[in-house]
């Protein structure tokens, strides 16, 4: 989820602060296909899962758009996860496919796995410690995937998993039966008291860089280029042709090493050849977080898929460097008469089209490259701006710059909660060590990343 920086007074603010005033793409899409006439499949890659996995099921139960099928890739779990999706598969309606492995492959393995053993026109792909809080999720996710034949994959806002979520899950019809039969799935995620306090702080702290991240960085992404960087890949819906391509395409020479966080690599793909990735607003997920100790490992994987996605689409990642090349081809295009005839004639019209083709990207770049570009900017620089002012012993402007950048970023917070905005505010001051700490780990990772790139020469990048 956090691919981007969280620094409030940088480049990609800026930019988000531009795209809010200057508005969305008017053109009102014409689609080509039918998205009611659309066959969805789910696939579930899945490892050690035995009390979440159920919930996850279950909603999938009241979505109101019903997948055909949903293919479970059980990679090799050691608990009771397999036991507990055939006994809940033999209650329910759902036509429930389950692929166990003896040996563990990998989360990616697994989702190439379930796009190559279906043949529906979507695939959406659920992550086993996420529930779908909105019934119509899926069927918005598929509605407005098919507004364009540029959109690639969609997903919806994503929030933390909290425990008033998971109770009320378990109270629910379809899971209480169940749960009553294995109390161990009525249990939170740990009982001891440090434990369940390093969470609280987590999904605290992740609810609010959510909310930043999706109603602010991500939204101003939607308005200015109608995409964002990659889709939150633990609840997401994709064209799976598009996906597949993906899969064949990298596998021959990358095998399953497409990055430490593979929803990243997928999204940078489908950028770099012209696609778009979206958000759509109004439908929730919710999804399990870390306790706080366990956090740096999940930051360091999704840094690091930000770093070796931008070394592996190159072309993507350096667009503000072909801005000369996008401005001629702009006033060649203006000057031909020709150009305005041709868009009048087209008879399919989408919003923010591009011209597809790695090629082009080759020459032109991207429009959300110049995010990707200042993204990873702002994760290096930022922290050792920070570093060295610290050596220098330059106290006033280092207090200055902090003060002003904590106030902006909580009236920011304040602003995207419609409720409660007080109190949103207060606790976004109280969780700015954490942001903070986070934020200067990106460094720590980001050598890391030169360290294999450079000296130990190691690209086994796999999730």
Known sequence: MASISCFIISPTALLSFIAFLHGRDKTIPTPAEDWHKIVVDVVIPIQNEEKNIILSLASLETQTLKPRRVIIVDDASTDKTYEYIKEYKSRVGLEIVIIHREKPEGKTAGLKLGTRESDADVLFVLDGDTIL?????????????????????????????????????????????????????????????????????????????????????????????????????CAAAYRRKYLKSVFDQYETFLGNNLTTSEDIFIGFSFADYGYRNIQIEGVYALTQEPPLLELPGQIFKWSSAIFQSCYYFGSLFLTPFKVFNCLLRWFRKKRNPESKKIEEMRKIKEAYRQSFGVEHTKKYGRPIGWYIFFA??????????IFVMIFLKLWEPLLLTLGAEVLLYSVVIAVAHKNHRVKNFIKSIFLMPVRYTVLIYDVVVFFNFLKDLLFVKNKNWKK
């Open 376 to 385: 990873v900017f702002e994760k290096v620089a930022f922290p050792v701006v």
């Open 133 to 233: 809080k909105s019934e119509n999720y899926i069927e918005r996710l598929v509605q407005e995937l098919y507004q364009g034949v540029g959109i690639a994959c969609a997903c919806g806002i994503i929030l933390p998993f909290m425990r008033n979520d998971r109770k009320s899950i378990l109270d629910s019809p379809i899971v209480k039966k169940f749960s009553e039969k294995h109390p161990e799935t009525q249990e939170n995620i740990s009982t001891h008291w440090f434990k369940r306090l390093q969470e609280t702080i987590t999904s605290l702290y992740r609810e609010e860089l959510y909310l930043f991240l999706q109603r602010f960085i991500y939204h101003a992404q939607m308005i200015f280029f109608g995409s964002i960087i990659n889709p939150v890949g």
